[in-house]
């Protein structure tokens, strides 16, 4: 429990995607979730009942306890804005209004009243702008005392992307972009266009783009965006349908691209890869014109990065090749999760004056293990009244025996710690196998995650070995980083731009083709002993037994669920699937030894790609 002294506050993001929770107790991050991990429901959007739960939890109180609540952005603003646009747009729109008002006048405009009933809570609430807790949640748990800070999204209140400098316990936003013309949606109407859903399958996009040739870059600049040398731009909204409409693009955008939007499921053809790569490029372009000015307007020598477009690691690996900027830190959970983290810290710092220590070196998220932890007792009680025969491991003899069933061409889920805070594991809920093996990313997607085989897989490396593999000169903790493989792991096969897919992914391009991406590159993890023990230990062992520090690092769920969450969610989503091994905690369960597996899981894709 905490001391009477302690002030304890609650940060709260809900009600467009990705809900969270997060408790700050006198300036320290004790916990934080995503909703969707409790629920079960991707991209969950409701009020985060159950990580509020648990956030109290894990600090040992209850909602009475907390000295202060907030929450991520102003819903009047945030409805000004609804109604403008609509109204500007009258009569069009008027589906889309009739769709969203409900809700709205419901419970969106009356927060504070559903906070308090929510919560059973009758103290202070405090209400920052959307751009303002993305900017906390950059700055204040970064390692740098003084910083440049830019964040990039879709749209928050009114504004789209912000930018502004940071020292010791505050930071000023100096400028901003304000909605229809944001960055975020523009990547959002491609995703959109190119037969993804928009707010989750934009990663998708960045991974389809190395397959495409950046044919129609030039008409993107031309008919849809005016870019500026500052980064600043422009968006001719009479190309898209996202204001009033609902859907992202129009008529007139899909005759400019020859035709209507890729329908989901649909084969993936090579106007897809080369639109998917146009927009990528530009999107990097403007990302690193943007970094480059806020370099020049604040003088500063550190950047910290937020907002759901900071999720494209690959834009921030050109910026921290490119821009002049010496150092880059981004927030892990970029997205509207991590406002609820970014507003509770603004409280603790900004609106309480409390001070700030930062020695440039080490961040304060705590290599973001926030979530939930299962302890070898819970998962042994789990094990035991479900009958799931199990072996158990001396702690010391784990991370051997894991890694040598990877290094046998085993694919293991591993349960290990502390969830991950944000949408990237981290070696707590991860499925892992051999990084050198030439069919383990095509076997992984098709018959483990139940998606498209085109997407790449994440490396995690040694941090003190980086170096050796990829052109990263820097630790890269939260997989947020994309740097080309080193020329002497490359083979030298070459690829030969065939629109089948299947074809280039069978090009041997390293000496660790399952993450080692079509343009040569790789989203980078590196691992620390200091952070990740049991992690780091196996990947060590794994490097001893073979020769190679680096293994492969996916998501721990299949194609449509949230990551795995608690030791039911692992062992359902094992059994589902074609995962050899299931590690949780210091026990194994071995697929062979398990009763009668469930029906698969994960929708049947072939008919995409194959």
């Known amino acids: 429990m905490p001391s009477q002294k302690s002030i304890t506050i609650l940060g709260v993001s809900a009600f467009y995607h990705d809900s969270a929770a997060c408790l700050v107790q006198d300036g320290k991050i004790i916990a934080a979730a995503q909703e969707e991990r409790f629920t079960r429901k991707k991209h969950d959007l409701s009020f985060p009942i159950n990580a509020v739960n648990y956030c109290l939890s894990e600090a040992g109180i209850t909602s009475r306890d907390l000295s202060f609540v907030g929450f991520y952005e102003k819903p009047f603003i945030k409805f000004e804005r609804l109604l403008f646009t609509y109204f500007a747009y009258a ?13 709205w006048l419901k419970q969106k405009i009356f927060l504070k009243e559903l906070i308090c009933k929510e919560l059973d ?6 209400f920052t702008d959307h751009h303002e807790s993305h900017a906390a949640s950059a700055f204040y748990p970064s390692p740098f005392d003084e910083a440049a800070i830019l964040t990039i999204d879709g749209v928050g209140e009114w504004v789209s992307s912000s930018f502004g400098s940071g020292k010791g316990n505050t930071f000023d936003l100096l400028s901003e972009i304000k909605f229809p013309h944001s960055l975020g949606l523009l990547y959002s109407a491609f995703t959109y266009y190119t037969g993804f859903r928009v707010n989750s399958g934009e990663y998708k996009l960045m991974g389809l783009a190395p397959y495409g040739e950046p044919k129609y870059c030039d008409l993107i600049r031309k008919e849809l965006v005016d870019i500026k040398e500052d980064g600043s731009f422009k968006l001719n909204m009479k190309y898209f349908n996202y204001c ?8 007139k955008f899909h005759k400019l691209f020859g035709g209507p939007p890729r329908k989901p499921e649909t084969a993936i053809s090579q106007k897809d890869m080369d639109i998917a790569r146009s927009i990528q490029d530009v999107t990097e372009e403007i990302m690193l014109k943007m970094a480059n000015h806020v370099h020049e307007a604040t003088g500063k ?14 834009g921030n690996g050109k910026i921290l090749r490119e821009s002049k900027f010496k150092q880059v830190w981004i927030q892990p959970s970029a997205g509207d999760a991590g406002g609820a983290l970014g507003v509770a810290l603004f409280i603790w710092y900004r609106y309480l004056d409390n001070p700030r220590e930062s020695n440039n070196i080490d961040d304060h998220q705590d290599g973001s293990y926030l979530g939930p932890c299962y302890n070898d007792e819970q998962i042994e009680d789990f094990l035991r009244r479900e009958d799931i025969p199990h072996e158990k491991s001396l702690a010391d003899d784990l991370p051997a025996k894991v890694a040598t069933l990877i290094s046998q061409q085993k694919v293991v889920g591993l349960f290990d710690g502390r969830l991950e805070f944000g949408p990237r594991v981290l070696g707590s809920r991860s499925i ?12 992984i997607n098709l018959k483990i995650k139940f998606r498209e085989s085109f997407r790449p897989f994440a490396p995690s490396v040694l941090e003190e070995e980086v170096g050796e593999y990829f052109d990263l000169n820097r630790v890269s903790p939260y997989m947020l980083l994309v740097s080309p493989v080193r020329s002497d792991k490359l083979t030298g096969e070459t690829d030969n731009k065939s629109e089948d897919i299947r074809e ?8 660790i083709p399952a993450v080692t991406h079509v343009d040569n590159s790789a989203r980078i993890q590196t691992v620390s002993e200091k952070t990740k023990p049991v992690y780091y230990r196996i990947i060590r062992e794994f490097h001893k037994q073979t020769g190679c520090p680096v293994i492969i690092n996916t998501s721990f769920n299949i194609r449509g669920e949230p990551i795995v969450c608690t030791p039911e969610d692992a062992y359902r989503c094992f059994m589902r699937t ?12 071995d697929k062979n030894k398990q009763p009668q597996r469930e029906e698969r899981g994960g929708a049947e894709i072939s008919s995409v790609l194959d």
């Open 121 to 126: 809570y009758d103290g202070q609430i405090i």
């Open 432 to 443: 892992i196998a051999d990084s050198r093996s030439e069919k383990m990313q095509r076997l």
């Open 301 to 314: 020598e550190n950047l910290c990065l937020a907002g759901g477009v900071a999720l494209n690691c690959v």
């Open 578 to 589: 074609d995962m050899d091994y299931l590690v949780l905690g210091n026990f194994i369960c």
């Open 91 to 103: 009569p069009f729109g008027i589906l889309s209004f009739l769709k969203a008002m409900p809700i």
């Open 504 to 511: 280039r992914l069978n090009v041997r391009r390293s000496v």
């Open 244 to 251: 009033a409409g609902l859907t992202m693009t129009n008529g």
